[in-house]
């Protein structure tokens, strides 16, 4: 049997850590096959080169700025990644492309790993691709969502939008008690209580490792715990910043392990004992920290 070949595209892609991950399952999997990172800028995503290299691959993962804009590009989008509007794995199958998304699997599998139950009042940061899969999973794992998204000025319509989407989904399924809302960051109350605060937006990734979301000091302060999706640096400024005030904090490199995983589900049809998936996880931090240097804090 020949090599499978696949791949994660994104811009930039200098700090994944996907290679990494995937050759580790991989080996789990015992499967002959090899992965590569690929930057394709923005504007180059709808080039012909560019969807010659990825119909030459078995399957590929999609990070940021690509998650929603690959969409129009594939043949065919599964019913959850169109829900969420967000794919991050896509399957070749004899030629036909078919995407995927798995960031809700980490999401969830991250938060249980440390203890942390979905649902209660909860704030997203951002309305991109990551974001919307983040607000799905958390208003299904709810019992009463009580959802608000924030976003920049450019993104406020989109938060809006994604509102609207979490509205029609739940009364779609006989949802009537939830509340959602969606808001610029200047617009969030200093005082006001979160049980989970998720930063869905690459606010702080290497290497503008000095940067945050502008959250209030004090709306961190009373927050139940902060989720950051970006796992380069480990702990952002925003993770560190909520663990100087004494909240609970979760990175994302569970998150992106977990995914991966579940992405090679996707590919190969096989499933991973979670011990393992976590004895990666650690692996992978000790490899971004040699690679890029120890998390300060």
């Known amino acids: 049997m020949r090599k499978q070949t696949f791949a994660v595209i994104g811009h930039p892609v200098g700090h994944t850590m996907s290679p990494f991950i995937h050759s580790r399952l991989f080996s789990l999997a015992g499967a002959d096959a090899q992965y590569r990172a690929l930057d394709i800028a923005p504007e180059d995503l709808s080039s012909g080169r560019a969807a010659e290299t990825l119909r030459g691959l078995d399957g590929f993962n999609v990070t940021i700025p690509h998650k929603r804009n690959i969409i129009p590009l594939l043949d065919a989008v599964d019913e959850k990644a169109k829900l969420f509007s967000s794919v991050n794995t896509v399957k070749n199958e004899d030629g036909k492309l078919t995407g995927y998304t798995t960031d809700g699997d980490g999401f969830l599998a991250a938060l249980a790993d440390a203890g942390v139950r979905p649902g209660g009042k909860s704030l997203v940061l951002g309305a991109g691709g990551v974001s919307h899969v983040m607000a799905f999973e958390l208003s299904r794992a709810s019992e009463e969502p009580d959802i608000t ?12 939008s994604l509102c609207d989407s ?73 993770l560190k910043t909520a663990r100087s005030l004494g909240v609970k904090t979760v990175g994302g490199m569970d998150m992106l392990v977990w995914q991966a995983a579940r992405a090679q589900s996707v590919w190969l049809g096989v499933e991973f004992d979670p ?3 976590r004895k990666i996880s650690r692996l992978a931090s000790l490899e971004r920290e040699r690679l890029f240097g120890a998390a300060e804090g």
Request: with cysteine; net charge positive; glycine share 10%.
């Open 166 to 238: 979490l509205s029609r989904d739940l009364k779609a399924r006989g949802r009537t008690k939830f509340r959602l809302c969606a808001c610029l960051y200047r617009e969030l109350p200093p005082d006001a209580g979160f049980d989970l605060v998720a930063n869905g937006t690459p606010c702080g990734m290497y290497p503008r490792e000095n940067k945050m979301p502008g959250v209030p000091p004090g709306l961190l302060a009373r927050a139940g715990c902060v989720f950051d999706a970006v796992y380069n640096p480990e702990q952002t400024l925003l």
């Open 149 to 160: 998204v924030c976003a920049r000025e450019s993104g406020l319509e989109a938060a809006k």
């Open 275 to 277: 011990e393992r998936v």
